[in-house]
């Protein structure tokens, strides 16, 4: 099949400006308009909590927001930081430093374009539901787990990555500040009443704007009986530029005995988790725009503008990033139906950094930990959680096991052994659903297929024994079918017909046995027909030499034609 580039990539906003109108050009200016201001907050926490600072989250979601409009498979995704990427990145910059996590995200950006290329934009679509609940749900608590140093205002610092040693050391260290206490209970209070109130104003931005007023009013006339110094905000702990940082290369410290080639081998897992987590959660948001908006995004091309993105970003100082799902609904509920409210979404956050970092600092780091937690709330699909114990399959166990190695190890491992998992579970499921049955004496062709039905039930002759597989016929099936052939004595049944009307596909393992099966009879003196054999599995046989380890004439449309051959092959036999 000839490959061709527009199929992988064709960005929407080019397609979507031929046809491009002034009322849609309106809607779509305010929707971008809204969406970067609800963005704020959300790139200011997701680039805090991630162990970078405010600046790093609101040029990821400026830069990669920008690329991902322009370059992108979907007319309404919003790109930027994500709370999925706050416990890989803290794990990496803990172990690597600021430069690995940017070589890693690097490596990243090269593994998203390299899937868009090959066309594995559908195949990440088939990652297990069980698997990406289990270790979202597993982020949320990790998340959730983050923010009680600023909600509770311990100050502490030198936190532990570990989940159970975070725990331990905040029990270690437990001197909680009343106030921030209050304006994270405050904070909460807002974000969750506030969508009752009007959906219009995202809670998230009611809570910065109306906490950062009441600690500033604290802070400016407040006694100093009241003892508020202890409330930090932004500016108390990062330093908030004006404009845009210029590109710069990392500056690689390598250790004693290492070489940059052991260092991109020792980031490589943690890259591919951040391809793995931005292809699934921008996929899954570009699959949910599309049931609202009734379009069809273009998968490989989202992989290539999000790998481009990636790509980007850290050489401006930027962390991680992917396609939103909560700015995305957010983009659409407003109108927006272009990438032009993705640029535009982008523009607003440049406009902010440039002009009010000032007001920016003066954000409570109390009142981001509680928008923070709400979005670990979100994320965590409790609901879906509850409804899958009900059911107690195996899929709750693939669930629960991605879910508790997201949280007690890391994400790397819990995705590698999620997928792993769900294939097992998959692959017995279908062994299960493929029986093998053993006919002897006759065969009633109301159950048949590939014959035309009479009432009179086919015969089987003596010294004839038939097989049939019904389902696939794969390597665990075939090591099963293979096993029973071996028992059967070759003098009572030297002829065996193997039914195949209801195999709908063969692996090599099968083939291989097959074949193996073949030329052990042949030596034992054991003659092999293969009965309803679809085209397709048909032309498998041939192109693994099968059939030419058979006469042609044992191989049968249906099972009429093989019992009439092992009928033939009988009165040769006598």
Same mark, same amino acid.
């Given at each position: 099949m000839a490959y061709h580039l527009k199929e992988v990539f064709a960005p929407k906003l080019l397609h979507t400006l031929r046809h491009y109108s002034r009322a849609q050009w309106g809607q779509d200016v305010l929707a971008g308009i809204i969406v970067g201001i609800v963005a704020i907050p959300l790139a200011i926490a997701f680039g805090i909590s991630s162990g970078v600072g405010p600046t790093e989250g609101l040029v990821t979601a400026i830069i990669a927001g920008l690329l991902i409009a322009v370059l992108g498979g979907s007319k309404v995704q919003i790109g930027g930081p994500t709370g999925a990427f706050i416990v890989i990145i803290y794990g990496i910059i803990q172990q690597y430093g600021l430069t690995g996590l940017m070589i890693a995200t690097v490596m990243a950006g090269i593994l998203l374009i390299v899937m868009g290329l090959a066309r594995f934009g559908s195949v990440i679509k088939f990652v297990p539901y069980p698997v990406i609940v289990g270790f979202t749900a597993g982020i949320a608590v990790t998340i959730f787990s983050t923010q009680m140093n600023d909600f509770f205002g311990l100050g502490l610092s030198n936190v532990p990555a570990n989940f159970v040693d975070k725990w331990i050391f905040y029990a270690q260290h437990f001197t909680m500040n009343g106030w921030a206490l209050a304006i994270g209970l405050f904070s909460l209070v807002v974000c969750i009443f506030m969508p009752r109130i009007t959906k219009r104003i995202p809670g998230s931005l009611a809570a910065i704007v109306l906490a950062t007023l009441?600690?500033?009013?604290? *802070?400016?006339?407040?006694?100093?009986?009241?003892? %508020?110094?202890?409330?930090?905000?932004?500016?108390? $702990?990062?330093? #908030?530029?004006?404009?845009?940082? /210029?590109?710069?290369?990392?500056? $690689?410290? #390598? !250790?004693?005995?290492?070489?940059?080639?052991?260092?991109?081998? *020792? $980031?490589?897992?943690? /890259?591919?988790?951040?391809?793995?987590?931005? /292809?699934?959660?921008?996929?899954?948001?570009?699959? %949910? !725009?599309d049931g609202v908006i009734g379009d069809k995004h273009n998968s490989n091309t989202e992989l290539i503008a999000q790998g481009v993105a990636n790509v980007v970003v850290p050489f401006f100082g930027g962390i991680p990033a992917t396609g939103a799902i909560a700015r995305t609904m957010t983009n659409i509920n407003n109108g927006g139906r272009s990438p032009i409210a993705g640029i535009v979404h982008a523009v607003v956050l440049l406009l902010v950094l440039l002009f009010l970092g000032q007001l920016v600092g003066m954000i409570p780091m109390a009142c981001l930990a509680a928008v923070l937690i709400m979005v670990a709330y979100s994320m965590s699909g409790w609901k879906t959680i509850v409804g899958t114990f009900k059911h107690r399959n195996r899929d709750l166990w693939v669930l629960l096991t991605t879910f508790f190695l997201t949280v007690l190890f890391d994400l790397t491992v819990a995705i590698e052994v999620g997928l792993l998992l769900a294939m097992v579970l998959f692959l017995m499921r279908t062994n299960e659903q493929t029986h093998i049955r053993t006919l002897h004496h006759e065969i009633d062709p109301n159950e048949d297929t590939d014959i035309q039905l009479n009432l009179e039930h086919l015969t089987i002759p003596d010294r004839v024994e038939v097989y049939e597989i019904d389902g696939p016929y794969f390597f665990g099936i075939a090591n099963r079918f293979d096993d029973i052939m071996t028992h059967v004595s070759g003098e009572n049944y030297p002829i065996r017909i193997i039914r195949m009307r209801k195999v709908p596909f063969v692996d090599s393992t099968a083939m291989h046995n097959l074949s193996m099966l073949i030329e052990r009879s042949h030596k034992e003196g054991i003659t092999i027909i293969l009965s309803g054999v679809k085209t397709h599995v048909l032309h498998q046989l041939q192109t693994g030499g099968i059939e030419q380890q058979m006469n042609p004439k044992n191989i049968c449309p249906d099972i009429r034609a093989a019992l009439k051959r092992a009928n033939e092959l009988l009165t040769d036999i006598s």
């Open positions: 009441v600690v500033w009013l604290l *802070k400016e006339y407040a006694p100093e009986s009241w003892n %508020v110094a202890g409330l930090q905000t932004i500016s108390d $702990l990062y330093e #908030l530029p004006h404009g845009l940082p /210029a590109p710069h290369m990392p500056s $690689l410290q #390598l !250790a004693e005995g290492e070489t940059f080639f052991t260092l991109i081998q *020792k $980031l490589f897992p943690s /890259a591919f988790t951040i391809a793995m987590l931005g /292809a699934i959660e921008s996929l899954l948001s570009a699959m %949910v !725009a």
